[in-house]
């Protein structure tokens, strides 16, 4: 099956600073990438998602970008504010709606 | 537009006992997959539901089983608890393909004792 390894486990970084998580993926069948944010005792949120017709994904401050002949993806994260505090998780699928994990990052934004 | 909605929030249950937890999924989503996210760890795939029907699932044990009704809702049932088996459980919903967006509920934090 799918195997999702996410580094680094966890990451501090100055307000106003950048953030980065970086993913790989065993399966070069995977065309499905989203990230998740949670926050301490919530529910994951998605934040942004790409698939793999898709080499890069931007949406205001946060950006996915795919490279799949390396099989692996990444957040970014720019201007850092302390509500992006929270533990990060990347995902990989098949197409077939079943969703593996990465172990998670979480992100402490020091004010 | 109600969100993904899970029950109860919290279950304490002993070793050996049997649980139920629910899950109704967003407006418009048919797709009803489980996970099971232990303290510290990513979730992980336990099975999904369409149609009425297991349509796939993860490594998990005969003790896990699930059910989707006629409306899209369903459970998650849990046979034999063991102290392992204490987690967050989230039910996740999906739109028919061509999408694989999930949205997660709030989950359902299980104890055994």
């Known amino acids: 099956g799918e195997n999702v390894e996410q580094h680094p486990s966890t990451l501090s970084v100055q307000e106003g600073d950048s953030a980065v998580i970086k993913c790989t993926y065993s399966?070069?069948?995977?065309?499905?990438f989203p990230w998740y944010k949670q926050e301490l005792g919530k529910r994951p949120q998605l934040i942004i998602d790409?698939?793999?017709?898709?080499g890069e994904k931007k949406d205001q401050r946060i950006a996915v970008t795919l490279n799949k002949t390396a099989k692996h993806f990444s957040l970014h994260i720019t201007e850092t504010q302390p509500e992006d505090s929270a533990v990060y998780f990347c995902?990989?699928?098949?197409?077939?709606?079943?969703?593996?994990f990465g172990a998670g990052t979480t992100v402490t934004v020091r004010a | 537009d109600a969100g993904v909605t899970q029950s109860p929030t919290h279950l304490i249950k002993t070793r050996g006992q049997q649980v139920t937890l629910r899950c109704s999924p967003k407006?418009?989503?048919?797709?009803v997959s489980w996970y099971q996210q232990a303290l510290g760890q990513g979730p992980q795939f336990i099975f999904q539901?369409?149609?009425?029907?297991?349509?796939q699932r993860g490594n998990f044990p005969d003790r896990f089983s699930g059910h989707q009704f006629p409306n899209y809702s369903s459970e998650l049932n849990v046979n034999a608890l063991l102290l392992g088996d204490s987690a967050l459980y989230l039910c996740?919903?999906?739109?028919?393909?061509?999408?694989?967006?999930?949205?997660f509920g709030p989950g359902t934090r299980l104890t055994v004792l």
């Open positions: 995902a990989a699928s098949i197409e077939d709606y079943k969703l593996s």
């Open positions: 996740a919903s999906s739109p028919t393909a061509p999408s694989d967006t999930q949205y």
């Open positions: 399966d070069s069948a995977s065309n499905y």
């Open positions: 407006s418009g989503h048919d797709t």
């Open positions: 539901y369409y149609e009425e029907e297991e349509r």
């Open positions: 790409i698939r793999s017709n898709v």
